[in-house]
């Protein structure tokens, strides 16, 4: 993926509608020939959308093998938060916003479990140096880094989804859902940019062998990058010969490109070399 550090909220209002991004032949100059498909075009204030259709490995890494699946257009959780979890790649900075939906499931201990930063030991109830928002049974909740609990109570809500929308400010978090509760908002001391889990914590099941009551089904989530705009090449993206860059410049709203302001990225910290496959058989 590439990572671009936004400009200033008020430069960006004024004079800035799109990043473009290109491939170079050097630090400050474009590939005379530009590829099908070319420059990449990234809206200011875009964000990660994931309906899970498939599992995107750039974008999420798991420290466990069961606890979760992909399924056909949704991800799966079930069994103990410390497994049924996902790790976001990236790390957004404050402000910065995660909205999600989420298919309730009624045996389930926490419809869902959202941890903003530490990855260390994830445990339900125990967030670390981070901060979980979670939907435990007809509770909203926060969990604090010094496992202090801030709730508030639901209404019964004849949806089968859960909406919920989680914002993060420089100084504080503020969870809103479509269950009928009232806005919970803490404040919090995160410096920098965070850590992003998602999943589930249900009383059984490991995420391969748990009945489908006890599984917790993610359909979507939107995060947004903050300060950041991110774009991620496609799995399998063709590098030109004579490329040797990615330039990225600014764009107003009629895609005009000023070309006093580029950054560049060599490609060789971008992409990281996969090896290929050994052969299954070697005919003399």
């Not at 103990?80 to 045996?107: C, D, G, Q, W």
């Not at 010094?146 to 709730?151: A, H, I, K």
């Not at 100084?171 to 940019?193: K, M, T, W, Y």
């Not at 995060?223 to 990225?248: E, F, K, N, Q, R």
């Amino acid at each position: 993926s590439v990572t671009i550090a936004r400009a200033a909220s008020e430069v960006e209002a004024a004079e800035i509608s799109q990043y473009r991004i290109y491939w170079g032949k050097s630090a400050t100059e474009r590939l005379d020939t530009t590829p099908p498909d070319w420059p990449k075009v990234l809206d200011v204030g875009s964000a990660f959308f994931d309906d899970f259709a498939s599992f995107d490995p750039h974008s999420w890494h798991a420290e466990s093998s069961v606890g979760w699946r992909v399924l056909d257009g949704y991800i799966s959780f079930s069994g103990p938060f410390e497994i049924a979890h996902l790790n976001f790649v990236r790390t957004p900075s404050a402000p910065f916003y995660i909205k999600a939906r989420i298919m309730k499931a009624p045996y389930a201990l926490a419809g869902f479990v959202v941890q903003i930063g530490s990855e260390e030991n994830p445990s339900l109830f125990k967030p670390g140096g981070g901060v979980q928002v979670a939907f435990i049974g007809g509770f909203k909740t926060m969990i604090l880094p010094d496992g202090t609990v801030r709730s508030k109570a639901c209404t019964t809500s004849t949806s089968a989804w859960y909406e919920m929308e989680v914002r993060v400010e420089v100084a504080s978090i503020v969870f809103r859902d479509n269950q009928g509760c009232e806005e919970l908002s803490v404040a919090h001391a995160l410096v920098g940019p965070q850590t992003i889990m998602l999943g589930a914590h249900t009383s059984d099941g490991n995420g391969q062998e748990g009945t489908a009551r006890h599984q917790v089904a993610w359909d979507s989530v939107e995060i947004s990058m903050g300060s950041y705009a991110v774009y991620c090449l496609p799995h399998g993206t063709v590098v030109p010969t004579d490329a040797t860059h990615l330039l990225v410049y600014s764009a107003n709203i009629l895609g005009e490109v000023d070309d006093s302001q580029v950054v560049s990225a060599l490609i060789n910290d971008l992409f990281v070399p996969e090896p290929s496959n050994p052969p299954s058989s070697v005919m003399g």
